[in-house]
């Protein structure tokens, strides 16, 4: 994984760094509500030895006092002179409970020693460290003693009596809370980057390529509005999809310029991945350029085709290929004429042996014969066999693949799928790409390029003016030449078209 594909997981994982931040602030937050507040008060002992005038003896004597106040230090957090803080002060609390509360650390290369008690309550803090330096210095005179002498060699002064502080030391609101922040950013990212690390799923064109062989011939990006409307083309024709589908249209018809396919399968390996959007929207902008097409709505088993488009659903290829109806009765003409559809019909009990018939590929041959393309929505390819069986009498198929949701193991099972059958697999199409994964990892354009409103109201309007109020047309030598506008979107709804020619079959 380089960094690319580090920046590109934090990125996609942005929501879980956020979750895990909230998480460790609300915890942090709810960690210090929750704790009962601690006050300290610190006290500081200073150990000496017997005075003496001689110079080598007080430093003699000064070092023994450092090398003392290390064991000092030990016996002050120690359960013997809490049981006796405990005796003195009467306090409902265990000498184990007290000295627990006791932190005691010598300053360096000095002969005073830190105390401090560490308590719920504020005054009995500094009670107990009151106590602990007189208990201390008691006990230290008593064990610094030589036998059968009145006076110790040690001898401990209270240079700082103990404080009284009101200001809990602890819980810090402050400090816990940045605390929670860096943990849950560490937990985010480390959960961004094994979610990266761990994600099978198809996001990146040379992905594609390892795993089928063939490119993607188009990026389709997301757009809301393919939940509601799924012919985009029809809807928005200068939107950033429409423009990625007819560039799908143009790699299309140069995958092979002697002889480009014709007789298209557009298929995916699970469902949910688009294929039928997909299909229709290629088939408009296919019929937008000139072309004939006819779009046959194959997958009998989940049809979505007439449903995306508005037409009528009851009776259609299956008809045509159980011999009850003709081509020409069933087929539905859409926007100018220019694209036919062919509904599903009625539900057959064999799909797959019905797709694979005989009759089927009469028809697709005679569809060849008539149309400039043929685009056969058909089932998953995993699930059934029925777009395998179609391929095969194709000029190949056309995989469309879902950004993060199509599995790297099933887009290669797809693409095996076509292989045992002989079909050949155009290329993929990468399904509903995010726009931050369009801009920043290379999967087409993630730019628009919108016409001038203003213009666009002059072409409508001159479009809408009758044609005898339009100037005369001026003499070739002076007529200004002037590029053909392209293909205008065509209406939505059936419209009149020339009759179809019929297959041959039962009536």
């Known amino acids: 994984m380089d960094l690319k594909d580090l920046l590109q997981s934090l990125r996609s994982g942005w929501w879980l760094v956020l979750l895990a931040v909230l998480f460790g602030t609300a915890g942090a937050g709810a960690l210090t509500w929750t704790s009962t507040p601690q006050y300290s008060s610190t006290t500081k002992l200073f150990v000496s030895t017997s005075s003496t005038t001689d110079t080598s003896s007080a430093y003699q004597g000064n070092l023994f006092s450092q090398q003392r106040v290390t064991s000092y230090a030990e016996l002050l957090s120690g359960v013997q002179i809490a049981a006796e803080v405990v005796e003195e002060l009467g306090l409902p609390l265990t000498p184990e409970e007290v000295a627990g509360k006791v932190t005691a650390s010598p300053v360096p290369d000095t002969v005073i020693l830190t105390v401090t008690v560490t308590d719920t309550s504020a005054r009995r803090a500094q009670d107990i460290a009151t106590s602990l330096g007189r208990q201390f210095a008691a006990q230290v005179t008593q064990l610094e003693t030589p036998a059968g002498a009145e006076d110790s060699t040690v001898k401990v002064t209270i240079v700082q009596p103990a404080d009284y502080r009101d200001a809990p030391v602890s819980p810090d609101l402050a400090r816990n809370l940045a605390l929670g922040i860096m943990l849950g950013l560490m937990l985010g990212v480390g959960l961004a980057l094994v979610r990266g690390r761990l994600d099978n799923t198809v996001k990146a064109p040379v992905q594609v390529t390892e795993l089928t062989g063939v490119g993607v011939i188009g990026t389709v990006l997301e757009d809301s509005r393919l939940a509601e409307e799924h012919l985009v083309t029809e809807l928005d024709s200068h939107s950033p999809v429409a423009e990625a589908y007819r560039a799908i249209r143009t790699n299309l018809q140069f995958l092979n310029v002697d002889h480009p396919p014709r007789v298209i399968v557009i298929s995916s390996a699970i469902p949910g991945e688009g294929k039928s959007t997909l299909a229709v929207n290629l088939a408009t902008v296919l019929a937008q350029s000139g072309s004939r097409v006819t779009l046959l709505e194959a997958d009998l088993r989940r049809p979505r085709i007439t449903r995306y488009m508005g037409l009528i659903s009851g009776a259609g290829l299956s008809n045509v290929l159980g011999g009850t109806a003709s081509l020409y009765e069933v087929a539905q003409p859409w926007g100018d004429g220019r694209l036919s559809v062919l509904a599903a019909g009625p539900m057959p009990p064999n799909p797959s042996e019905m797709l694979g018939s005989s009759n089927m590929r009469t028809l697709l041959e005679h569809l060849r014969q008539t149309n400039d393309f043929v685009l056969i929505d058909a089932p998953p390819l995993l699930p059934v066999t029925d777009a395998a069986v179609l391929t095969a009498h194709a000029d190949g198929c056309l995989l469309s693949v879902r950004y993060g949701k199509t599995r ?100």
């Open 408 to 507: 790297r193991e099933e887009l290669a099972e797809a693409s095996a799928a076509l292989e045992r059958v002989d079909g050949k697999l155009l290329g993929v199409v990468l399904n509903r790409v995010p726009q931050s994964a369009a801009a920043n990892r290379g999967y087409g354009y993630a730019y628009s390029y919108e016409a001038d409103r203003g213009r666009e109201t002059t072409a409508d309007a001159a479009l809408a003016r009758p044609l005898a109020d339009l100037p005369a047309a001026r003499p070739a030598a002076t007529r200004e030449r002037r590029p053909a506008p392209e293909g205008l979107a065509a209406s939505r709804g059936r419209a009149a078209a020339g009759p179809l020619p019929p297959v041959p079959g039962r009536r």
